[in-house]
């Protein structure tokens, strides 16, 4: 049954075409994942069919009484609740039945006849309510979820104000999963996931009894969860049954078979159209000329495969630093309360090292202490005089400057035509190169924050969470990139498929914390 359908949507956003007359259904129990390069439109779908956007045109409908749940990563929370009060919330209709039943037990003892059956009824009714839901065991299910995803180990009367960003977000999708509705929709849920949460996550969806739509740049989350997809590229949207190793295979064929089938009818094309100018003016010919003007005229033409737009990343290299390119001495990093031991380590020239742990910890501290940004709270960070640093953020939301005067603000001295082409070669095209930057995807900001650092020369640098919402094609490009920099590397992720080819070391922050993991 089919529980979704999108019927003719199209979406424009910033002067950009997002979504061009697409379909799509969702029936119970399918397990789908949306895929596709960066800014093809996969968030703006999310949000349309969520009703947090309106399409300019098509129609959504969702078949009745069904609950649903959307993981939003920018939601906003109380500051002032704990982690377990934001999970508890995930009840609350539970929770106002409870409120409503102890409050017909105390009507009971002021009343009797009709009245008093009717409370007796109603309490009946709620307490069978309660115990079919599971209310009973609400602890225990709390519990089971916060530890798969890692917040018991925060303590779960910690604040939210004083939670990361990736905290948060761990948070919100445990209460989403906690409210366990018949349709999950996930955007990117593995961002700001460690790796052991991810492979909870795994598991659990992998054991989810209804449907759920994911937007995922993570492949073998993707191979280990899924069992459709729907490809999102230009607009358009294509079904494909199975996983994604499957969907490459299949959309790898269809391409190879349109490539074939254009290129025939193209030489047919020629052949014809030669013939018809060679024979058109002879009179014992000129009814064949035009009886293959006539097959030309009617012929359905194929369309010319498009090729996905692939970025290229080069870092440059500035001049040679000493051996010694960091030296830790007792260092303990932190804001206000330690977040580390003290650390005495050194990074030798050109090493690339991956950091790695729990959200939390400080590993986005850390990058920000080594690279000179935020000091520490004691001992020293010595760089070598000759370094020149270069750092990725993590996150940035974007303001109203366009994606050119963005990187032209880093490059004042760059013509327009070289400002274009450097976003250009990070796989933005003319649209995105002159959006606003807050209206771009997550991906797309991620492509013009690596073209800031990606043509100044740099011999070290520091990248937090560079993977997160970059498409797969552009992190298999950052991954070779990397490999080729002749410079000093340290990243922090929560992928191992990424970073175990470029790195020749891994710092686990839960080696160092002063928390308790």
């Known amino acids: 049954m089919s529980i979704l359908q999108v019927s003719d949507v199209s979406m424009s956003f910033a002067g950009r075409t997002i979504l061009d007359n697409v379909s799509f259904r969702l029936l119970n129990g399918e397990h789908v994942a949306l895929v596709g390069a960066n800014g093809e439109g996969k968030s703006t779908f999310l949000n349309i069919i969520t009703g947090q956007a309106l399409p300019d045109a098509g129609k959504i409908t969702w078949c009745n009484r069904i609950t649903r749940g959307y993981l939003d990563q920018y939601a906003l929370l109380d500051g002032e609740q704990t982690i377990n009060d934001v999970l508890a919330s995930a009840f609350s209709d539970f929770y106002a039945l409870e409120k409503e039943m102890l409050h017909d037990y105390e009507l009971m003892a002021e009343t009797s006849g009709a009245e008093l059956e009717r409370l007796l009824q109603d309490v009946g009714e709620i307490q069978e309510t309660l115990e079919h839901s599971g209310f009973y ?36 999708l445990a209460k989403l999963l906690l409210q366990n509705p018949k349709i999950l929709i996930l955007d990117e849920p593995t961002n700001f996931l460690d790796e052991e949460h991810v492979a909870w996550l795994t598991s659990f969806l992998q054991n989810y009894p209804h449907a759920f739509i994911l937007a995922s740049h993570d492949v073998p989350f993707l191979n280990a969860v899924v069992n459709v997809i729907y490809h999102v590229n230009q607009g358009q949207f294509k079904r494909y049954v199975g996983d994604y190793d499957n969907f490459l295979r299949l959309s790898a064929l269809e391409q190879a078979k349109q490539e074939q089938a254009y290129v025939r009818q193209q030489k047919e094309i020629s052949q014809l159209k030669d013939f018809i100018a060679r024979n058109k003016a002879r009179i014992s010919t000129r009814n064949m000329a035009q009886s293959r003007q006539k097959k030309l005229d009617k012929m359905a033409l194929v369309d010319k495969p498009k090729e996905q737009i692939k970025p290229v990343f080069n870092f440059q290299s500035a001049r040679t630093p000493g051996k010694v390119v960091l030296k830790l001495q007792d260092l303990v990093i932190g804001y206000t309360t330690p977040l580390t031991k003290p650390l005495n380590l050194q990074i030798e020239r050109n090493e690339k090292i991956a950091v790695k742990g729990t959200n939390g910890l400080g590993k986005t501290t850390l990058l920000r202490t080594l690279a000179g940004d935020l000091a520490p709270l004691s001992g020293t960070v010595e760089m070598d005089q000759f370094c020149q640093p270069g750092f990725f953020a993590q996150e940035d939301n974007g303001n109203e400057n366009s994606a050119l005067d963005e990187l032209w603000a880093v490059y004042p001295h760059a013509s327009n035509q070289e400002v274009r082409g450097m976003l250009a070669a990070c796989g933005l095209t003319k649209d995105h190169i002159e959006t606003m930057m807050f209206a771009l995807s997550g991906g797309e900001k991620a492509k013009v924050r690596l073209a800031k650092i990606m043509y100044r020369p740099f011999n070290l640098l520091f990248l937090d969470e560079p993977t997160n919402h970059l498409d797969v094609a552009a992190k298999e490009e950052l991954k070779r990139a990397l490999q080729a920099y002749k410079g000093t590397v340290i990243l922090v992720s929560h992928e191992p498929e990424f970073y175990s080819d470029i790195v020749s070391k891994v710092w686990n922050i839960e080696d160092y914390t002063t928390k308790i993991v």
């Open 137 to 172: 065991t609400l602890d225990a299910k709390i519990k089971e979820v916060a530890n798969g995803l890692g917040l018991s180990s925060l303590g779960l009367e910690h604040k939210i104000a004083e939670l990361s960003g990736g905290q948060r977000t761990k948070v919100l």
